[in-house]
């Protein structure tokens, strides 16, 4: 704007000059006031292409950058709290083992004049949300049931009377065991199958017979007592404190079971025995495969039921404990 304003006033000086020159004496007009017109012209040129360069220049150049005001800097602290993981939810074993899949061949079932204490124990337990199959002494039926397609957390097997449960049937219970199972054995004849399809299960568990055991008619009642090995085991106090059955009342007479004695590989501890200072031999009670399995090599209804009751109660609450802690 100020250009255009400074171009009009050269303008009008060149003008007045250019009258001054035609008013001069003693000159030739006419060819001077040619040459003050091209003069006026050629300025009058000069005037307009500078206007122009210096209007393109502005068109060409910038405006000045806008003063940058920075925003301040924060500085973030670590979310510590997000960070740490939140604890993961605590198993509740009570309720594992309360909606337990449990499958029981329990062959005094059969007998009325015998008390299924196995059965009475798992009544009194208040099992609630899984699947409880007894089939008392059906070897057809227990074979059905455990090859089907249920997942069974625990198989218990109380051969008490003397039959036969042997053969394929241990097989099917090594499965099991090798599927993370849990299993309770109560049998007095090991001594005549111990070569036979049990052989894989005592070979993994840790023991194996170290004698048959017998009971004549004049016996001591004394010498059939059963000691505890380790007192502190929880196979022996969880959930009841299980006393020892130290004084039996023979249901059956002749063959008492049979001892059991620790081998090579496996885990197995003995838990009860006929001797208080011998771990390793004369047996009646065994722990192993992680607390997995229980044998017990002596009758039940030889002793006490009350004492019995309260011992197959803490089988299947540390058998099932052990399983629930190992396949998690």
């Known amino acids: 704007m100020k250009s255009r304003w400074f171009n009009a006033i050269l303008v009008l000086v060149l003008a007045s000059l250019a009258c001054n020159l035609t008013s001069s004496p003693g000159g030739d007009i006419s060819s ?94 208040n099992f609630s949300g899984g699947k409880i199959i007894n089939t008392g002494d059906a070897m057809g039926k227990f074979r059905e049931y455990a090859n089907s397609p249920t997942k069974w957390d625990l198989i218990i097997v109380a051969a008490e009377i003397r039959s036969g449960f042997s053969g394929e049937l241990f097989e099917v219970m090594y499965d099991h065991i090798n599927n993370g199972g849990a299993v309770i054995i109560e049998m007095w004849y090991l001594d005549q199958v111990v070569s036979g399809k049990i052989s894989p299960i005592l070979n993994d568990c840790g023991v194996t017979l170290f004698r048959d055991w017998d009971r004549n008619p004049n016996y001591d009642p004394y010498d059939y007592s059963i000691f505890w090995l380790d007192s502190s085991h929880p196979l022996l106090s969880t959930p009841n404190i299980a006393q020892a059955p130290s004084y039996p009342y023979p249901e059956w007479f002749g063959d008492a079971g049979d001892l059991l004695e620790l081998s090579s590989g496996g885990d197995a501890v003995l838990v009860g025995g006929l001797h208080a200072n011998r771990k390793s031999d004369y047996g009646v009670l065994a722990s192993c495969l992680e607390g997995r399995m229980v044998i017990q090599t002596f009758s039940t209804h030889d002793y006490k039921l009350d004492l019995t009751q309260a011992l197959w109660e803490n089988y299947i609450t540390y058998t099932l404990t052990k399983h629930y802690e190992y396949v998690e």
């Open 32 to 125: 001077e006031e040619t040459r003050v017109a091209l003069a006026v012209q050629q300025t009058s040129l000069a005037i307009q292409q500078a206007t122009l360069d210096a209007d393109r220049l502005a068109l060409t150049v910038p405006p000045p950058a806008a003063t940058y005001t920075p925003y301040p800097t924060y500085t973030v602290e670590p979310a510590a709290a997000a960070a740490t993981e939140a604890p993961l939810p605590q198993v509740d074993m009570k309720e594992l083992i309360k909606a337990s899949n449990v499958l029981i061949y329990e062959d005094v079932v059969g007998d009325p004049t015998l008390v299924p204490v196995v059965s009475n124990t798992v009544n009194a337990m």
